[in-house]
């Protein structure tokens, strides 16, 4: 779930349905049932990982103009401790905390756990999202219909940019353009990656999609779609829908999306059946779940591309999925339980960030001992905040995924 209980619900029309509100603020309407003909719902219980293809075996067939895969057995061969790019050596270490309640974004200092500053932006503040050239970070202020840029080398924001409901924000991985996750509106609408201007958009019949990832070779992204129950596949060079699949006969609520090391299965959590699926991206079917916890949420890999940290917002729990083994092996619980929600690793790998959606703070993890070391107060619903900056050599979007 994404937006507070407390937002005033909106009537619009997409351009292919016309969606119903819930008192939480978002679209929301029972499943469906419905897939396209290429797929098929999922009751699978084991978790046996798909065998690699050659359709999305890192590099090949890639998208022109996407930077070259540095390791084909590793998309996130980029990320190791502190390997920062030269554009972003230069930037002081902070957290941007967007505040979905308050309308601000607290910045922390991470070597001091203190809130460093607070500044005001647009309505309903839902992530903070590095660009694709690692230069800027853009709050995505949904109701705000805008886009508040922060500049990573003084911490400060600039002038709101008009976006219309940009509920999350993705770039394609050649970097051409970013994708505005108009959840509302039913839309990924794909616009110039520095001017914001619309190119186009395409209609998804989709209620609350919500995050996405890339294939190895970007030529196509799966996306989650949250009040229908089902995972969208879309090809990123023609923008059309390629298909979708309804998850556990539409009971589920699926959440964050990643795909693992290897580029050849993608995670999707699901909050509802509390764990994640295994989905084979490119045959487009999944195979398999692995239970986490209950209100499996956010995912986020390890800097040595071993573990996958997800975050259980309604257990109070981070859950460890050894890549390796496709299984849990370890879980992390909050004393006194809390709410993690979206996050990111720290830049040497040592920690993990995660807002605590429910709580007003920010809950910042040992990653070498799963010790909770701090609880930081910030303002009201806490979401997707961005920890900055972090190795890679460009961003795919959301919170902060690197290649």
Same mark, same amino acid.
């Given at each position: 779930?994404?937006?507070?209980?407390?937002?005033?619900?909106?009537?619009?029309?997409?351009?292919?349905?016309?969606?119903?509100?819930?008192?939480?603020?978002?679209?929301?309407?029972?499943?469906?049932?419905?897939?396209?003909?290429?797929?098929?719902?999922?009751?699978?219980?084991?978790?046996?990982?798909?065998?690699?293809?050659?359709?999305?075996?890192?590099?090949?067939?890639?998208?022109?103009?996407?930077?070259?895969?540095?390791?084909?057995?590793? !998309?996130?061969?980029?990320?190791?401790?502190?390997?920062?790019?030269?554009?972003?050596?230069?930037?002081?270490?902070?957290?941007?905390?967007?505040?979905?309640?308050?309308?601000?974004?607290?910045?922390?200092?991470? *070597?001091?756990?203190?809130?460093?500053?607070?500044?005001?932006?647009?309505?309903?503040?839902?992530?903070?999202?590095?660009?694709?050239?690692?230069?800027?970070? &853009?709050?995505?202020?949904? $109701?705000?219909?805008?886009?508040?840029? @922060?500049?990573?080398?003084?911490?400060?924001?600039?002038?709101?940019?008009?976006?219309?409901?940009?509920?999350?924000?993705?770039?394609?991985?050649?970097?051409?353009?970013?994708?505005?996750?108009?959840? =509302?509106? $039913?839309?990924?609408?794909?616009?110039?990656?520095?001017?914001?201007?619309?190119? $186009?958009? +395409?209609?998804?019949?989709?209620?609350?999609?919500?995050? !996405?990832? %890339?294939?190895?070779?970007?030529?196509?992204?799966?996306?989650?779609?949250?009040?229908?129950?089902?995972?969208?596949?879309?090809?990123? *060079?023609?923008?059309?829908?390629?298909?979708? !699949?309804?998850?556990?006969?539409?009971?589920?609520?699926?959440?964050?999306?990643?795909?693992?090391?290897?580029?050849?299965? %993608?995670?999707?959590?699901?909050?509802? =059946? #509390?764990?994640? &699926?295994?989905?084979?991206?490119?045959?487009? =079917?999944?195979?398999? %779940? @692995?239970?986490?916890?209950?209100?499996?949420?956010?995912?986020?890999?390890?800097?040595?591309?071993?573990?996958?940290?997800?975050?259980?917002?309604?257990?109070?729990?981070?859950?460890?999925?050894?890549? *390796?083994?496709?299984?849990? +092996?370890?879980?992390?619980? @909050?004393?006194?339980?809390?709410?993690?929600?979206?996050?990111?690793?720290?830049?040497?790998?040592? $920690?993990?960030?995660?807002?605590?959606?429910?709580? #007003?703070?920010?809950?910042?993890?040992?990653?070498?001992?799963? *010790?909770?070391?701090? =609880? !930081?107060?910030?303002?009201?619903?806490?979401?997707?905040?961005?920890?900055?900056?972090?190795?890679?050599?460009?961003?795919?979007?959301?919170?902060? @995924? %690197?290649?």
């Amino acid at each position: 779930m994404r937006r507070s209980h407390l937002v005033t619900c909106l009537a619009l029309v997409c351009a292919t349905a016309l969606g119903a509100c819930s008192s939480s603020g978002k679209h929301s309407a029972p499943p469906t049932g419905s897939t396209t003909p290429a797929t098929k719902s999922s009751s699978a219980t084991s978790t046996p990982a798909p065998s690699p293809t050659t359709a999305t075996a890192a590099g090949a067939n890639a998208l022109p103009g996407m930077p070259p895969v540095l390791d084909p057995n590793d !998309i996130y061969a980029a990320d190791r401790p502190n390997q920062l790019s030269p554009v972003i050596k230069g930037f002081p270490a902070r957290v941007y905390v967007p505040n979905t309640l308050s309308n601000t974004v607290d910045v922390i200092d991470p *070597a001091t756990y203190q809130v460093i500053d607070e500044f005001p932006v647009g309505r309903l503040p839902q992530h903070v999202v590095p660009s694709w050239d690692l230069k800027t970070l &853009y709050v995505t202020n949904d $109701q705000g219909n805008s886009l508040t840029p @922060i500049d990573p080398a003084t911490g400060k924001p600039g002038a709101n940019i008009p976006v219309e409901d940009p509920y999350n924000m993705y770039f394609t991985p050649d970097g051409k353009y970013a994708i505005v996750v108009a959840e =509302r509106l $039913q839309r990924l609408d794909f616009r110039d990656a520095h001017t914001f201007a619309l190119v $186009q958009s +395409v209609p998804v019949v989709c209620k609350g999609i919500d995050h !996405i990832d %890339f294939s190895a070779n970007g030529r196509y992204l799966i996306a989650s779609c949250e009040f229908s129950g089902k995972v969208l596949k879309l090809d990123v *060079a023609t923008r059309t829908v390629l298909g979708t !699949i309804l998850l556990n006969g539409g009971n589920a609520k699926p959440q964050d999306v990643k795909l693992d090391p290897t580029g050849h299965v %993608f995670y999707i959590a699901d909050m509802i =059946r #509390g764990g994640l &699926y295994t989905v084979d991206g490119d045959v487009f =079917r999944v195979t398999g %779940f @692995i239970p986490t916890g209950s209100g499996a949420h956010g995912l986020y890999v390890s800097r040595d591309s071993k573990v996958l940290y997800v975050t259980n917002r309604n257990a109070g729990t981070i859950s460890l999925l050894d890549f *390796a083994t496709n299984s849990v +092996v370890s879980t992390w619980v @909050i004393p006194g339980g809390g709410s993690p929600d979206m996050g990111g690793v720290s830049a040497d790998g040592t $920690q993990l960030w995660v807002s605590g959606r429910s709580n #007003g703070v920010v809950y910042v993890f040992d990653t070498r001992t799963g *010790a909770l070391l701090h =609880r !930081i107060p910030v303002g009201s619903g806490p979401h997707g905040l961005a920890v900055y900056p972090q190795p890679g050599r460009y961003s795919l979007g959301h919170t902060g @995924i %690197f290649r």
